[in-house]
């Protein structure tokens, strides 16, 4: 249960004024006026980052709280691969803990949606998927050639996104098949980035497209020591309208935004940079710190963050490019008609903007992430998700959830919650809130299962070339050197028709308990720890080894406690 702050305040006057001054001091004055955020999509969709082109985070949809339960979830086998490691946890120099990633753009796999459809990419295997909101079934997936690392746009009958392979693609919203795609820069390198091949004219910034000219825009190149560019490309076909080189010195990370006249683009760790909206010249940097969130309100205020460090949202005027305000270790802003909504890591309040009121103050555990759904607003936060009234700031809903929920989304009444640990959660109106889509997991002080330790199963894919586990009851067959103390052994393959593996030397087997979640930790997992002069051998003869025709991937676990 998530209970207001106690000030401990004298008369209520007093309590208004020392409200007021605990603002000023946190997120200084923000001088608004009011505006009007309106959709410029249909009510009840989600078709993009943040809902609209100016990543409002708001929708006129609503959520029935006290009916809400989990409905189904969808499960990475791997979580997201972040292309920049998370924020050091503290900065010993300074003394500074609780510090802020500026580039968490693409932690976890962040939700879009029209209509009874769900679409997502992901920065682990490169694919765009298509899922049922109704149930979470697969509807088609489209794989690229490269980490889809934002959120795709939904505009018509197409579904439109970038990759680090320097590419936008469009895919058909029904069937996933790809309509085009278009290449932004043809003169990029490759390189290695975390194993993964990536341009160097990586399209880090996904699209937004323009509704007035249907113009899809997306900007490319990270490195600020190589040229970038922005492309605007028609919607219809992925012919370039447009492109404008910006030289070095850029780097452009984050979902755009567009203004009545302006686009904005995020850069990372340096400050978002605004270019005109129909030529893409660029037209200066805002004041204030860099980071990958940003909010443009129709009156030309942009809130941009976190800054550096322990992070701060500031708020700037485009025209003139100046910085208004900050919001001290703001995490998320949501604004709409009179009022801001501002979260820091303990706290969410409202604020009137033509009076400069405060409304109200709650605690808020969950820090993550903020929409606007209705009446209610959502926060996400470490392993949980809350709800709040946004006329009281009464806390209406809570719920759990695996991993930190930094993606919201929120349509046909449905809420999508996206967390780091891979996870999509699906709640809807239900009579129950149980988890309904995973099996019971066994207590954490259970004996292991015996269904829990029998061998796999040999898998029946011919597209598997080869499958070794490394558990004692693989080994096919088992020799026993007495005299020389030396073990061999040989691994049979789970793949249909694979090759054993014959060990020679030294070795020893381990059995490690993992932490990771309850499952794994109540089932005993064996590794074999090698000496590092043993050879595998799969075949003497390569022509014995069934070989592949086109790409394909190889997937390894190995230890890092150790030097190998």
């Given at each position: 249960?998530?209970?207001?702050?106690?000030?401990?305040?004298?008369?209520?006057?007093?309590?208004?004024?020392?409200?007021?001054?605990?603002?000023?001091?946190?997120?200084?004055?923000?001088?608004?006026?009011?505006?009007?955020?309106?959709?410029?999509t249909?009510?009840?969709?989600?078709?993009?980052?943040?809902?609209?082109?100016?990543?409002?985070?708001?929708?006129?949809?609503?959520?029935?709280?006290?009916?809400?339960?989990?409905?189904?979830?969808?499960?990475?086998?791997?979580?997201?691969?972040?292309?920049?490691?998370?924020?050091?946890?503290?900065?010993?120099?300074?003394?500074?803990?609780?510090m802020?990633?500026m580039?968490?753009?693409?932690?976890?796999?962040?939700?879009?949606?029209?209509?009874?459809?769900?679409?997502?990419?992901?920065?682990?295997?490169?694919t765009?998927?298509?899922?049922?909101?109704?149930?979470?079934?697969?509807?088609?997936?489209?794989?690229?050639?490269?980490?889809?690392?934002?959120?795709?746009?939904?505009?018509?009958?197409?579904?439109?996104?970038?990759?680090?392979?320097?590419?936008?693609?469009?895919?058909?919203?029904?069937?996933?098949?790809?309509?085009?795609?278009?290449?932004?820069?043809?003169?990029?390198?490759?390189?290695?980035?975390?194993?993964?091949?990536?341009?160097?004219?990586?399209?880090?910034?996904?699209?937004?497209?323009?509704?007035?000219?249907?113009v899809?825009?997306?900007?490319?190149?990270v490195?600020?020591?190589?040229?970038?560019?922005?492309?605007?490309?028609?919607?219809?076909?992925?012919?370039?309208?447009?492109?404008?080189?910006?030289?070095?010195?850029?780097?452009?990370?984050?979902?755009?935004?567009?203004?009545?006249?302006?686009?904005?683009?995020?850069?990372?760790?340096?400050?978002?940079?605004?270019?005109?909206?129909?030529?893409?010249?660029?037209?200066?940097?805002?004041?204030?710190?860099?980071?990958?969130?940003?909010?443009?309100?129709?009156?030309?205020?942009?809130?941009?963050?976190?800054?550096?460090?322990?992070?701060?949202?500031?708020q700037?005027?485009?025209?003139?490019?100046?910085k208004?305000?900050?919001?001290?270790?703001?995490?998320a802003?949501?604004v709409?008609?009179?009022?801001?909504?501002?979260?820091?890591?303990?706290?969410?309040?409202?604020?009137?903007?033509?009076?400069g009121?405060?409304?109200?103050?709650?605690?808020?555990?969950?820090?993550?992430?903020?929409?606007l759904?209705?009446?209610?607003?959502?926060?996400?936060?470490?392993?949980?998700?809350?709800?709040?009234?946004?006329?009281?700031?009464?806390?209406?809903?809570?719920?759990?959830?695996?991993?930190?929920?930094?993606?919201?989304?929120?349509?046909?009444?449905?809420?999508?919650?996206?967390?780091?640990?891979?996870?999509?959660?699906?709640?809807?109106?239900?009579?129950?809130?149980?988890f309904?889509?995973?099996?019971?997991?066994?207590?954490?002080?259970?004996?292991?299962s015996e269904?829990?330790?029998?061998?796999?199963?040999?898998?029946?894919?011919?597209?598997?070339?080869?499958?070794?586990?490394?558990?004692?009851?693989?080994?096919?067959?088992?020799?026993?050197?007495?005299?020389?103390?030396?073990?061999?052994?040989?691994?049979?393959?789970?793949?249909?028709?694979?090759?054993?593996?014959?060990?020679?030397?030294?070795?020893?087997?381990?059995?490690?308990?993992?932490?990771?979640?309850?499952?794994?930790?109540?089932?005993?997992?064996?590794?074999?720890?090698?000496?590092?002069?043993?050879?595998?051998?799969?075949?003497?003869?390569?022509?014995?080894?069934?070989?592949?025709?086109?790409?394909?991937?190889?997937?390894?676990?190995?230890?890092?406690?150790?030097?190998?």
């Amino acid at each position: 249960m998530v209970t207001p702050i106690v000030l401990g305040l004298r008369g209520a006057a007093t309590m208004a004024g020392k409200l007021f001054q605990w603002l000023i001091a946190h997120w200084a004055y923000l001088g608004l006026t009011a505006v009007s955020l309106v959709s410029a999509t249909a009510h009840g969709d989600w078709p993009t980052y943040r809902h609209d082109v100016r990543r409002s985070g708001v929708t006129d949809d609503t959520l029935a709280t006290e009916n809400l339960g989990e409905v189904w979830r969808w499960q990475s086998p791997r979580p997201p691969l972040s292309a920049w490691p998370d924020a050091a946890r503290w900065d010993a120099y300074a003394m500074l803990e609780g510090m802020r990633s500026m580039r968490s753009y693409d932690t976890v796999f962040h939700c879009v949606g029209v209509g009874d459809r769900v679409f997502f990419g992901s920065n682990v295997d490169d694919t765009v998927r298509c899922l049922s909101q109704v149930d979470g079934q697969l509807t088609w997936s489209f794989t690229a050639d490269g980490p889809v690392r934002i959120a795709p746009v939904v505009e018509g009958d197409r579904v439109v996104f970038t990759c680090d392979d320097g590419a936008v693609y469009a895919l058909d919203r029904d069937d996933g098949s790809l309509r085009w795609r278009s290449t932004l820069k043809t003169d990029a390198q490759w390189f290695f980035n975390d194993g993964r091949l990536c341009s160097s004219q990586a399209a880090r910034t996904g699209v937004v497209v323009d509704p007035t000219s249907h113009v899809v825009i997306a900007g490319s190149g990270v490195f600020p020591w190589q040229s970038a560019c922005i492309t605007a490309l028609n919607l219809g076909d992925g012919s370039i309208r447009w492109q404008r080189d910006l030289g070095p010195g850029w780097s452009l990370e984050g979902p755009p935004l567009l203004s009545p006249r302006n686009l904005i683009l995020p850069q990372g760790r340096a400050a978002p940079q605004v270019f005109d909206r129909v030529t893409g010249q660029p037209l200066g940097g805002l004041e204030g710190g860099g980071g990958s969130f940003a909010l443009v309100t129709d009156d030309g205020k942009v809130f941009h963050g976190p800054g550096n460090k322990g992070g701060w949202v500031t708020q700037s005027d485009i025209g003139s490019q100046t910085k208004l305000a900050s919001f001290e270790k703001g995490n998320a802003v949501v604004v709409h008609g009179d009022r801001a909504y501002l979260l820091d890591p303990e706290r969410l309040a409202a604020y009137d903007r033509p009076t400069g009121t405060i409304l109200w103050v709650t605690a808020c555990s969950a820090a993550h992430e903020l929409i606007l759904v209705g009446t209610s607003l959502i926060a996400g936060g470490n392993n949980e998700v809350l709800a709040f009234d946004c006329e009281s700031g009464q806390p209406t809903w809570r719920a759990d959830v695996e991993g930190r929920a930094m993606g919201l989304a929120a349509w046909n009444g449905r809420l999508l919650v996206a967390t780091d640990r891979g996870t999509i959660h699906c709640f809807g109106e239900t009579s129950s809130s149980i988890f309904i889509s995973e099996p019971d997991r066994p207590a954490a002080d259970e004996a292991p299962s015996e269904a829990l330790l029998l061998p796999p199963e040999v898998v029946v894919d011919h597209a598997l070339i080869d499958r070794w586990v490394f558990q004692r009851d693989q080994v096919e067959t088992f020799l026993i050197d007495e005299d020389r103390g030396i073990e061999s052994i040989r691994l049979r393959s789970l793949a249909d028709g694979g090759n054993p593996i014959p060990l020679a030397k030294t070795f020893r087997w381990a059995s490690l308990r993992s932490a990771q979640s309850v499952r794994e930790s109540a089932a005993e997992r064996q590794a074999l720890v090698l000496d590092g002069r043993t050879d595998a051998e799969v075949a003497s003869d390569f022509r014995r080894v069934r070989s592949p025709h086109q790409d394909f991937s190889v997937t390894t676990w190995v230890r890092i406690d150790q030097p190998q």
